[in-house]
Nanobody
């Protein structure tokens, strides 16, 4: 069974930077759109940034100009570079990927366990 593994979260002061990474735990055949979501305590999960297999990107208005999503297709890894962090960016960040585990299987959505990002003021 494939799992998505996130890393890179932590505690940072306002104005600082972090880079999150997400990759499947085992081998896969292909990966399509990859998305970062976040969920703050008491709030709904929200889309932060998405990137297609072709490299097209989409961002939440709240992070435009500060966050950059990218992917390394050779490593099946997606990154989220977060700069100029604000206390309101504090949340658990989740990776989601639509991928095909084996060439003959249909694609499915997979989720990571989440990584905590805390921004202190």
């Amino acid at each position: 069974q494939v799992q998505l593994v996130e890393s890179g979260g932590g505690l940072v002061q306002a104005g600082g930077s972090l880079r999150l990474s997400c990759a499947p735990s085992g081998s896969i055949f292909s990966m399509n759109t990859m998305v970062w979501y976040r969920q703050a305590p008491g709030k709904q999960r929200e889309l932060v940034a998405a990137i297609t297999s072709g490299g097209s990107t989409n961002y939440a208005d709240s992070v435009k100009g500060r966050f950059t999503i990218s992917r390394d297709n050779a490593k099946n890894t997606v990154y989220l570079q977060m700069n100029s962090l604000k206390p309101e960016d504090t949340a658990a960040y989740y990776c989601n990927a639509n991928l095909r585990r084996l060439w003959y299987e249909a694609t499915h959505d997979y989720w990571g366990q989440g990584t905590q990002v805390t921004v202190s003021s």
